[in-house]
């Protein structure tokens, strides 16, 4: 087990849900030919908690003020299990996050050094504006969250079968979106608070 006590907050952001769905950002550039679907989050700045540093950058992505969800657990996933994506569940302790629980942790070395890149659950009121760092977002139900962690979807049958985007750029509907590690992890939670299997 890491020392939560002496980990450093790298990277924060959060799953954010409006009315059921959770909000994700396409990417810049494609992946290996695929659309990348990703966590909203990013870097934090070195006077920030990682809750602030979710709040600036969700804010910086989406125009949204979110607001914090106390997630029912933390999971972690630590460094030696990224490849098999074990997520175990955890008592979280931070001396900076003590007021905010993450729902994630994710744990990795850098340099000798234990960082972590925390995702938090949260809601928001109001609409959201996709920013130019992102070139679109997408609004997932459950069910299309594990779809796309299980097998191929194009952009043109996710808009097809009902899903709702917001794209402020021009795609090749016939690409497959590609969901990244935090959307691939919130897949495996969703099934575990569900009841099914990690």
């Known amino acids: 087990m890491i020392d939560m006590l002496k980990a450093r907050i790298n990277t924060a952001g959060a799953y954010l849900c409006i009315q059921g769905l959770y909000l994700f950002a396409i990417g810049t550039q494609l992946y290996h030919g695929r659309i990348p679907v ?3 989050g990013g870097h934090r700045e070195e006077h920030e ?3 602030q540093c979710a709040v600036r950058e969700v804010h910086e992505e989406t125009n949204l003020q979110i607001k914090f969800l106390k997630p029912p657990t933390t999971y972690l996933l630590s460094d030696g299990d990224q490849a098999s994506g074990g997520l175990e569940k955890i008592q979280w302790q ?3 996050e003590q007021e905010y629980i993450p729902w994630l942790v994710v744990s990795y070395r850098r340099e000798g050094k234990i ?3 925390l995702m938090y659950l949260a809601q928001a009121d109001g609409f959201p504006i ?3 760092e992102i070139k679109g977002l997408l609004f997932l139900e459950k069910e299309m969250i594990h779809q796309l962690c299980q097998e191929p979807v194009t952009l043109e049958r996710y808009l097809r079968s009902g899903g709702k985007a917001m794209l402020n750029h021009e795609f090749d509907s016939s690409l497959i979106l590609e969901p990244f590690t935090q959307l691939r992890l919130l ?3 969703l099934s575990m608070e569900s009841g099914g299997t990690k």
Request: proline letters at 6%; a positive charge; charged letters at 15%.
């Open 38 to 40: 990703f966590r909203l």
């Open 49 to 51: 908690t990682g809750w």
């Open 94 to 96: 931070h001396e900076t």
């Open 115 to 117: 960082l972590l890149s």
């Open 130 to 132: 996709p920013s130019s």
């Open 187 to 189: 897949s495996k939670i």
